[in-house]
């Protein structure tokens, strides 16, 4: 497929991710700057992704395969996965489910603008009894093994911890046309929770890390997680900083009531 077609393809979802209508998930697509885009899947209806691949135009090039599934949640040992399989598209937004993880009933609010994809993962406890929980949150990329470390928020350059808010890898430094695009993970903010466990890492074609969180009884905990594609290595690293402020800007936060902000759990936002 040509440069020019694969720009006009990226922008007809623009145009329609738009549209507040329900549609099918695995026909999903919602596109950020840059024509940045994330397609989402049901997988078989066994487990929910929002980001089946993604691909960006930034830098005058088109990057692919940048996911061969991502950021998969399990809860619990029960896969996150869309009961009806559809969903209303609104300002670039929708939300998938609920669906049940024994007393926890468990949603997904997505949202794309900018470079970044935004989750917000809702965790609400319906029994008498607090919960304690482990949700899992899992991406397969579609480097394949072949992607380095370029910066992280605390760790010395190339390498990556368990308290590192934010992570950047790349198949190649910078990006070139056709190949898979910088990706950068951000798991938990200033004063915020981080994940519990890195199961794998970058330098596998991997990443998975695990919450562990306690939910009240009869009350709601989320999880608050951005994901980001570039072309170009210095814009994803200047693009870091908005996640270094505890208190984050408004565009991050649109859409996301402020009644809320307590209950999310690995962000201390007030």
Excluded: C
Aim: avoid cysteine; glycine fraction near 8%.
């Amino acid at each position: 497929m040509t440069l020019a077609v694969l720009t006009l393809v990226a922008a007809g979802f623009a145009a329609t991710a738009l549209a507040a209508k329900s549609r099918p998930i695995d026909l999903l697509t919602i596109v950020g700057q840059d024509e940045t885009a994330w397609d989402a899947s049901n997988e078989g209806d066994t487990v929910f992704t929002p980001v089946d691949d993604g691909t960006t135009f930034e830098g005058g090039y088109v990057h692919l395969d940048a996911f061969d599934e991502g950021l998969e949640l399990v809860v619990d040992g029960t896969p996150f996965v869309d009961p009806d399989g559809e969903t209303t598209v609104k300002n670039n937004a929708y939300t998938v489910g609920p669906t049940k993880a024994g007393d926890l009933r468990v949603r997904r609010y997505e949202r794309a603008r900018g470079p970044y994809l935004r989750t917000l993962i809702e965790l609400k406890n319906t029994s008498d009894a607090p919960i304690e929980t482990v949700a899992n949150i899992s991406s397969d990329l579609g480097s394949d093994t072949s992607e380095t470390i370029i910066d992280s928020s605390n760790a010395p350059a190339g390498s990556y911890e368990l308290d590192d808010r934010w992570v950047i890898s790349s198949q190649d430094d910078p990006p070139v046309v056709w190949e898979d695009p910088a990706l950068t993970f951000v798991t938990y903010g200033p004063g915020g929770d981080p994940p519990a466990t890195l199961e794998q890492s970058f330098g596998s074609g991997a990443f998975e890390y695990d919450y562990e969180l306690t939910v009240p009884a009869n009350r709601t905990r989320y999880l608050l997680l951005f994901t980001e594609m570039h072309g170009r290595i210095s814009a994803a690293e200047s693009d870091t900083a908005k996640y270094d402020d505890a208190n984050l800007n408004a565009k991050l936060l649109g859409g996301i009531a402020e009644s809320k902000y307590r209950a999310i759990v690995n962000w201390d936002l007030g």
